[in-house]
């Protein structure tokens, strides 16, 4: 009796079954709960209550994310059933909560939205650009290649710029629809620094393509060349 009521007292995801079995239980509480709320079918298992079975076994935040909304108390009651976890009701910190369960680091979590950004800002400029999208594409990834990674607003003014601040190209030119391909740009460049704190890349450094072609001058006649040659005056 005792090993029963041990049993009844831990976490479902805690108690000695196979691992089949309990996917199933957990399936079937999820399936339970929804069909009380008047939204499932009750004892019609679906791909959508095996889903979340697996992601609980998997730690998988991506797919136990929506729980997190601050209006799914069903799906936090179930989580919390299964797992003893209790998640707060508010979105915010509840989606915290989940990510440090899942063991997901916040900066992993920034790089998952970056991603998203940069798909979502993809598709907006491809839809003006078109066919010239994948050229649009390249163009950005060569001049972050060439040490050109941070925008900057200036005098009215876009700037895409060198780490110091000391060269960079006019996206406000005519010609070259920057407002156009602008936010694809940033995102990307967003993604790109998340990714350079997070150690899976290094970040390229800028080398002016003159003072490479040529000796070396001296630091000050570098200064003034690059304030020529961009107008910038920092």
Not at 29 to 36: D, E, G, I, P
Not at 168 to 190: H, I
Not at 214 to 223: F, G
Request: charged share 25%.
């Amino acid at each position: 009796m005792k090993a029963v009521s041990q049993i009844q007292t831990l976490p479902l995801i805690e108690q000695d079954l196979p691992r089949e079995d309990l996917s199933r239980l957990i399936a079937a509480l999820y399936n339970k709960a929804l069909a009380a709320k008047g939204v499932a079918t009750l004892g019609q298992i679906t791909v959508f209550n095996t889903k979340f079975a697996d992601a609980v076994f998997n730690r998988n935040f991506i797919d136990l994310e929506h729980i997190t909304n601050g209006l799914n108390d069903t799906g936090k009651a179930v989580f919390a059933e299964v797992t003893g976890v209790r998640l707060p009701k508010g979105q915010k910190v509840s989606r915290e909560a989940l990510r440090d369960w899942c063991g997901v680091s916040a900066l992993d979590d920034q790089i998952r939205a970056a991603h998203r950004e940069v798909k979502t800002c993809h598709d907006a400029a491809a839809r003006h650009f078109k066919d010239g999208m994948p050229k649009i594409v390249a163009m950005v990834q060569d001049w972050y290649d060439k040490g050109l990674v941070v925008p900057m607003h200036q005098d009215k003014k876009h700037w895409l710029c060198n780490r110091a601040l000391t060269a960079g190209m006019d996206l406000s030119a005519r010609g070259v629809q920057g407002a156009q391909f602008r936010p694809y740009l940033e995102a990307f460049l967003k993604l790109q620094e998340l990714r350079v704190q997070k150690g899976e890349i290094q970040e390229p450094l800028y080398v002016d393509p003159k003072a490479a072609a040529a000796p070396a001058p001296a630091i000050t006649a570098v200064a003034a060349q690059v304030t020529e040659q961009t107008g910038f005056g920092f």
